[in-house]
Antibody, heavy 122, light 108 residues
Framework: QVQLQQWGAGLLKPSDTLSLTCVVYGGPFSGYYWGWIRQPPGKGLEWIGEINHSGSTNYNPSLKSRVTISIDMSKNQFSLKLTSVTAADTAIYYC????????????????WGQGSLVTVSS | DIQMTQSPSSLSASVGDRVTITCQASQDISNYLNWYQQKPGKAPKLLIYDASNLDTGVPSRFSGSGSGTDFTFTISSLQPEDIATYYCQQFGDLVPYTFGQGTKLDIK
């Protein structure tokens, strides 16, 4: 059973860099794309980006200039950095699997972390 | 980006009712659509993938249909534990993946 556990700083000041990490337990780490999704309090879901085992990334164009997703295959971990945060980046951030491969690629957010509330406030 | 228009934004129904939520894509996405359930304080949970396939362990009262631009999510007989917010999500253009605005469902 695949499980994701995430952690990172929960309170940031404007212009800080958001940093979150997610570790994957119990599954084939290399057979998936791994990504991040965020949800402002009381609002809907926004996809941030994804990465695969070879480090190939895709980002949401709305955030691309500020986002970096990286991966550490030796630790079954992947990380999110978002620079120059503002109050608009206050949200719950989720890590999740975004693609898997069976006989072909499939696209769905199967596995989710527990979520991390990140608040940006001066 | 492909925009997803989900309706209604909120819905009240009685236990045992049939509940329907719709999602419309801004362009043809074939059957590249998933549905999620999110309960308060929890991560979303995948219910339906590829428009009409029930994920493992999901009760059969949940179903999905549609292709192209118009999709429907149905709960055939509403149960108290179905109270949640439901989201559609497309991957027709691959990235960026986008979600509908959500439908908040509660008991009348």
């Amino acid at each position: 059973q695949v499980q994701l556990q995430q952690w990172g700083a929960g309170l940031l000041k404007p212009s800080d860099t958001l940093s979150l990490t997610c570790v994957v337990y119990g599954g084939p780490f290399s057979g998936y794309y791994w990504g991040w999704i965020r949800q402002p309090p009381g609002k809907g879901l926004e996809w941030i980006g994804e990465i695969n085992h070879s480090g190939s990334t895709n980002y949401n164009p709305s955030l691309k200039s500020r986002v970096t997703i990286s991966i550490d295959m030796s630790k079954n971990q992947f990380s999110l950095k978002l620079t120059s945060v503002t109050a608009a980046d206050t949200a719950i951030y989720y890590c999740a699997s975004s693609r898997g491969f069976s006989s072909s690629w499939y696209y769905r957010f199967d596995y989710w972390g527990q979520g991390s509330l990140v608040t940006v406030s001066s | 980006d492909i925009q997803m228009t989900q309706s209604p934004s909120s819905l009240s129904a009685s236990v045992g009712d049939r509940v329907t939520i719709t999602c419309q894509a801004s362009q043809d996405i074939s059957n590249y659509l998933n549905w999620y359930q999110q309960k308060p304080g929890k991560a979303p949970k995948l219910l339906i993938y590829d428009a009409s396939n029930l994920d493992t362990g999901v009760p059969s009262r949940f179903s999905g249909s549609g292709s192209g631009t118009d999709f429907t999510f149905t709960i055939s007989s509403l149960q108290p534990e179905d109270i949640a917010t439901y989201y559609c999500q497309q991957f027709g253009d691959l990235v960026p993946y986008t979600f509908g605005q959500g439908t908040k469902l509660d008991i009348k």
